[in-house]
T-cell receptor
Framework: GQQLNQSPQSMFIQEGEDVSMNCTSSSIFNTWLWYKQDPGEGPVLLIA?????ELTSNGRLTAQFGITRKDSFLNISASIPSDVGIYFC?????????????FGEGTQLTVNP | DSGVTQTPKHLITATGQRVTLRCSPR?????VYWYQQSLDQGLQFLIQYYNGEERAKGNILERFSAQQFPDLHSELNLSSLELGDSALYFC????????????FGSGTQLSVL
């Protein structure tokens, strides 16, 4: 089945630093999405990307849909303590069995004040 | 608040027992998805229902079953529980049959002792 390789697994940074994480796959996806999971909560959608090469921002977050359609990255600028959480990439595609959403393993982000 | 309601928030039970997890989707959403999140497995898709009908199946064990009722709420039944079933179980909903943009509940933490 499809697998997403998300890296890094964890990051420990100082408040104010920029963060970068990425996802790669051997399969092509039609849509890339980034979710964030706060402690004790369910994942929340941050950004959705629909076209190869697309660069989209949401406040301090910027994400790009790779040109090969097999990768995506997420950048967070000027991190703050509330950025703490687990960030998941997800790839969406259509298969003969229907719509399929595959999640990466997550990047655990810790921000030290 | 995602608008997706899951109960109970925590569940502690013993091996061999059976439990039922409940989910109410966002108002107007017809699709309900169930995911399992364990420490070493990330977010694993279990099953999707759309307007009362099973739409897609993931890595759901035969001991697990789900259904979606006419009022669109859903229940996930877990039987003959094993220690390895301990995990966070999330319900998510979306408006249509595709599952790009999911809205997740806060999850049910299941502990099997």
């Amino acid at each position: 089945g499809q697998q997403l390789n998300q890296s890094p697994q964890s990051m420990f940074i100082q408040e104010g630093e920029d963060v970068s994480m990425n996802c790669t796959s051997s399969s092509i996806f039609n849509t890339w999405l980034w979710y964030k999971q706060d402690p004790g909560e369910g994942p929340v959608l941050l950004i959705a990307l629909y076209k190869a090469g697309e660069l989209t921002s949401n406040g301090r977050l910027t994400a790009q849909f790779g040109i090969t359609r097999k990768d995506s990255f997420l950048n967070i600028s000027a991190s703050i303590p509330s950025d703490v959480g687990i960030y998941f990439c997800a790839g969406h595609t259509w298969e003969t069995s229907g719509s399929r959403l595959t999640f990466g393993e997550g990047t655990q982000l810790t921000v030290n004040p | 608040d995602s608008g997706v309601t899951q109960t109970p928030k925590h569940l502690i039970t013993a091996t061999g027992q059976r439990v039922t997890l409940r989910c109410s989707p966002r108002s107007g959403d017809l699709s309900v998805y169930w995911y399992q999140q364990s420490l070493d497995q990330g977010l694993q898709f279990l099953i999707q229902y759309y307007n009362g009908e099973e739409r897609a199946k993931g890595n759901i064990l035969e001991r697990f079953s789900a259904q979606q009722f006419p009022d669109l709420h859903s229940e996930l039944n877990l039987s003959s529980l094993e220690l390895g079933d301990s995990a966070l179980y999330f319900c998510a909903s979306s408006a249509g049959t595709t599952n790009e943009k999911l809205f997740f509940g806060s999850g049910t933490q299941l502990s099997v002792l």
